[in-house]
């Protein structure tokens, strides 16, 4: 009887506490060309759970991916032009990132994490970012990728 107590009182302690087991590392790799095009992370977008983390991988030389935009709360991130950086992801929502020398080439991505809860403002930076960009065939892939992905 006392080692059931035990065992069920564990139970609801990892029930009721925010410990996250079986966190996951996913990668982006940064890269000049692939088959979505020029100046691009791969994958653009991905979804991931609360306290996952991502490797951001400088496959080719020349870019970072820094915050635009991410949920209330969440802290920014920069990569530094670093080969290889880890950020982990600790607040629901959507962030919004780009590459800031080839921004203007429509260099971004969107990650979810868990819900998109901060949809409404992702759309308006989205919408800000994509006037900045130069290259016509281009200028709405952030918008075709949040409104393809993100429900």
């Not at 069920?8 to 506490?17: H, N, T």
């Not at 890269?31 to 979804?47: H, R, T, Y």
């Not at 991988?57 to 990569?79: I, K, L, Q, W, Y």
Request: proline share 4%; charged share 20%; aromatic share 8%.
């Amino acid at each position: 009887m006392n080692k059931i107590l035990k065992i069920c009182s564990f139970s609801i302690i990892l029930l009721l506490s925010n410990i996250s087991f079986g966190s996951e590392t996913h990668i982006v790799k940064m890269l000049n060309n692939s088959d979505q095009g020029s100046m691009v992370f791969e994958p653009a977008f991905i979804k991931i759970n609360k306290g996952d983390s991502i490797t951001f991988e400088m496959t080719d030389a020349g870019h970072n991916a820094v915050t635009v935009v991410g949920p209330a709360g969440s802290e920014p991130f920069d990569t530094k032009y670093k080969p290889s950086t880890t950020v982990k992801f600790d607040v629901n929502g959507l962030y919004f990132y780009k590459c800031a020398p080839h921004a203007m080439m429509a260099m971004a991505g969107l990650i979810q994490v868990s819900d998109a809860n901060n949809k409404d403002e992702m759309i308006k930076a989205i919408e800000k970012f994509e006037g900045t960009v130069m290259m016509p065939n281009v200028k709405t892939r952030m918008s075709d990728l949040l409104n393809a992905n993100v429900k």
